[in-house]
Nanobody, 125 residues
């Protein structure tokens, strides 16, 4: 059974940095794409970044380009989201997800098959 466990959230001041981790287990992810999404209070969940496990192709939402970096550690089955220059509008619950047959790292939520429980990121002004 696939499990995704996020960690690394917390409270940070505007301009600060956080690194989120998503530990994946339960099967091989060699053909998968991993994504990060976020949901702020009262808003719909939105795409943040995604990476193809094999080859490392990445894609980002325009709102985080140049500030966030997604990466993966193949040996540990962990996907990271390095978040720099954080803004109050980045405050949300961040979720990782896996698209088991992710030929391309998609920003489309419905393509993802499994989701983690989320980790809270709060950016104070």
């Amino acid at each position: 059974q696939v499990q995704l466990v996020e960690s690394g959230g917390g409270l940070v001041q505007a301009g600060g940095s956080l690194r989120l981790s998503c530990a994946a287990s339960g099967r091989s992810f060699s053909t998968a794409a991993m994504g990060w999404f976020r949901q702020a209070p009262g808003k719909e969940r939105q795409f943040v970044a995604a990476i193809r496990w094999s080859g490392g192709i990445t894609t980002y939402a325009d709102s985080v380009k140049g500030r966030f970096t997604i990466s993966r550690d193949n040996a540990k089955n962990i996907v990271y989201l390095q978040m720099n220059s954080l803004k109050p509008e980045d405050t949300a619950v961040y979720y990782c997800a896996v698209d088991i047959n992710g030929i391309y790292p998609s920003g489309v939520e419905r393509k993802y098959d499994y989701w983690g429980q989320g980790t809270q990121v709060t950016v104070s002004s």
